[in-house]
């Protein structure tokens, strides 16, 4: 079993820069696999960016690409979503996520261990 603590978050105008950060403790044998998502009410949770924890090979969604980077640290227990350019469409509760994955990356099911959530809300 993993617990996924979540840092990080809160408000910032746009045009501005974020980072969230997720600490993994428990059995990291469950997990080979680091995801970002976030959700807004009425919604469908969104697959932000994703990274494999063996290679550090990062794998971004729509939602992440080009302004979002994803990594981790050396002991692979920790993961960080910087997030840069925000704009308000980047408004939502951004939850870290970990699992095991396959070939595809982002996919929801894969995810089995979540963090609490951080708010980002983002104003112009």
């Known amino acids: 079993h993993l617990t996924l603590t979540q840092s990080g978050g809160g408000s910032v105008q746009a045009g501005g820069s974020l980072r969230l950060s997720c600490t993994a403790s428990?059995?990291?044998?469950?997990?080979?696999?680091w995801g970002w998502w976030r959700q807004v009410p009425g919604k469908e949770r969104e697959g932000v960016a994703a990274i494999r924890t063996a290679s550090n090979s990062p794998w971004y969604g729509d939602a992440g690409l080009g302004r979002f980077v994803i990594s981790q640290d050396a002991s692979r227990t920790t993961v960080y979503l910087q997030m840069n350019r925000l704009k308000d469409e980047d408004t939502a509760m951004y939850y870290c996520?970990?699992?095991?994955?396959?070939?595809?990356?982002?996919?929801?099911?894969?995810?089995?261990?979540w963090g609490q959530g951080a708010q980002v809300t983002v104003s112009s």
């Open positions: 996520a970990a699992g095991l994955c396959g070939d595809r990356m982002l996919q929801l099911p894969d995810f089995k261990f």
């Open positions: 428990g059995d990291t044998r469950a997990m080979n696999c």
